[in-house]
């Protein structure tokens, strides 16, 4: 059974950073690409990256903001199935539940859709 545990989150004042973290189990990482996708309050689930879990390649969603390229960036620990998510120079638009999320296949990009989302971690930033 595919297991996704966030992590990292909490109360941080603008202009701070954090790393949320996703470690997986109960799947082989090298058949699944795992992203990262936030839920702002009151809004819908926007997707930020994703990771290929075979070669670790990065992609980025091209509907991104551009208040918010430059300052996330993804990577992956393959041997510990686990990926992270840096966000510098937070900002109070980016509060919000982030969720980790795995889908099975290797894609050119990222997924469309995720098959298995982990519980979320909450980022809230105060100005």
């Known amino acids: 059974e595919v297991h996704l545990v966030e992590s990292g989150g909490g109360l941080v004042q603008a202009g701070g950073s954090l790393r949320l973290s996703c470690v997986g189990s109960g799947f082989k990482i090298d058949d699944y690409a795992i992203g990262w996708v936030r839920q702002a309050p009151g809004k819908g689930r926007e997707a930020i990256s994703c990771?290929?879990?075979?070669?670790?390649?990065?992609?980025?969603?091209?509907s991104l903001k551009a208040s918010m390229k430059d300052r996330f960036t993804i990577s992956s620990d393959r041997a510990k199935s686990t990926v992270f998510l840096d966000i510098n120079n937070l900002k109070p638009e980016d509060t919000g539940v982030y969720y980790c999320?795995?889908?099975?296949?290797?894609?050119?990009?990222?997924?469309?859709?995720?098959?298995?989302w982990g519980q979320g971690t909450q980022v809230t930033v105060s100005s």
């Open positions: 990771v290929n879990g075979r070669d670790g390649k990065t992609f980025y969603e091209e």
């Open positions: 999320a795995a889908a099975k296949g290797i894609y050119f990009g990222c997924p469309y859709a995720y098959n298995f």
